[in-house]
């Protein structure tokens, strides 16, 4: 097949994909306006239901294979993830024309240096979060923030967070799966990479889409 010059340089390259997924997923930390930054993230409940919402990606490491992600330790997904670790991933860039899906098995760390660093490292507004007075996702009588009324509207000073630490966790998703199809009108390209443990290295093969 003739290809137009316009294609990238990884269509057909199974090696430069992979890095390429890598690339876009990383983008999402720092950039705001990455669509790695709002991934959709699945859980499954006690009813073996996939359950999706939207987290920020706060660090990725591909050496650890992880993905880094802030929540309340008291959400309806927090006790999903300590049921059932089994979580996905998902992904799609509309410039790149590339949908990833990943999937792996989570952890949940509210304490220890981990947690404790990511408290302190992310802003006062983002922490005001954790400062709601009862679980997310409980039931209330009135439209309601959650919050405690002296502090809706305004930015928390460091003191006034001490108290709400212990509701913050980080999530780490250990990945195991590397999904990706990219979309072309010549053709489309879909590949799938497995961590394989015993061989410390992931093993690729492209997939009909
Ligand atoms: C743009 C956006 C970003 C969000 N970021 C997070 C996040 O980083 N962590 C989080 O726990 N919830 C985040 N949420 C809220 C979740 O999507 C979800 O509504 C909430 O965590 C409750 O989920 P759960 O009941 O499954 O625990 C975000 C929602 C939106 C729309």
New binding site residues.
């Given amino acids: 097949m003739n290809k137009p010059d316009s294609f990238p340089v990884y269509y057909d390259d199974l090696a430069l994909s992979f890095e390429e997924a890598w690339g876009i997923i990383a983008a999402g930390v720092n950039n705001r306006n990455s669509p790695s930054h ?1 991934p959709a993230v699945g ?1 499954v409940d006690a009813f073996g239901v996939p ?1 999706l ?4 990606l ?1 660090d990725v490491s591909r050496d650890a294979r992880t993905l880094r ?4 330790s008291r ?4 006790e ?1 993830i300590r049921q059932n670790p089994a979580t996905s991933v998902l992904i799609y860039d509309p410039a790149a024309k590339v949908q990833i899906r990943m999937s792996g098995k989570t952890h949940f760390t509210a304490t220890g240096n981990l947690a404790d660093t990511a408290w302190s490292t992310s802003t006062p507004f983002a922490r005001r979060c954790y400062m709601a007075e009862t679980a ?2 409980t039931p209330c009588a009135k439209p309601s923030s959650g919050l405690p009324e002296w502090i809706e509207g305004k930015q928390p000073e460091e003191e006034q967070l001490v108290d709400y630490r212990a509701n913050f966790a980080v999530v780490s998703i250990i990945i195991e799966t590397i999904e990706w199809l990219y979309l072309a009108n010549a053709g489309h390209r879909r590949a799938l990479w497995q961590w394989n443990a015993s061989q410390n290295a992931w093993a690729g093969s492209w997939l009909i889409p």
């Fill in positions: 709002m859980t359950q919402r939207i987290m920020i706060r992600f802030h929540t309340d959400s309806i997904k927090a999903q997310p996702g």
